[in-house]
């Protein structure tokens, strides 16, 4: 059972920044693909960033946060992050860690953070 610990999420103006932790209970990070995902009041969850478990640690990034969001990981400290910056009011959300894992007989490991909340407001 692997546990995900969120925290960082706050208040903040438009235009100011915001970094995010992700702590994961054991030595993870090289076998599990981490995401950050986020879910507006009466929205669904979306996918922000994710990062693979590969060496180069290959990232992706919706279109909305790509040049403001950056996603890396620390796998010594078994934390991933999520450095936001030029939050908008439209980033609002709360903010779910997430690590998938498809093992070689194909069955998936999906487990979640209970969510740190972000407002972006004046």
């Known amino acids: 059972q692997v546990q995900l610990v969120e925290s960082g999420g706050g208040l903040v103006q438009p235009g100011g920044s915001l970094s995010l932790s992700c702590a994961a209970s054991?030595?993870?990070?090289?076998?599990?693909?981490m995401g950050w995902y986020r879910q507006a009041p009466g929205k669904q969850r979306e996918l922000v960033a994710h990062?693979?478990?590969?060496?180069?640690?290959?990232?992706n990034y919706r279109d909305s946060v790509k040049g403001r969001f950056t996603i890396s990981r620390d796998n010594a400290k078994n934390t991933v992050y999520l450095q936001m910056n030029s939050l908008k009011p439209e980033d609002t959300a709360v903010y779910y860690c997430?690590?998938?894992?498809?093992?070689?007989?194909?069955?998936?490991?999906?487990?979640w953070g209970q969510g740190t909340r972000v407002t972006v407001s004046s």
């Open positions: 054991g030595s993870i990070l090289n076998i599990y693909h």
């Open positions: 997430n690590a998938n894992h498809v093992d070689s007989k194909g069955r998936e490991y999906d487990y």
């Open positions: 990062i693979n478990r590969d060496e180069r640690g290959s990232t």
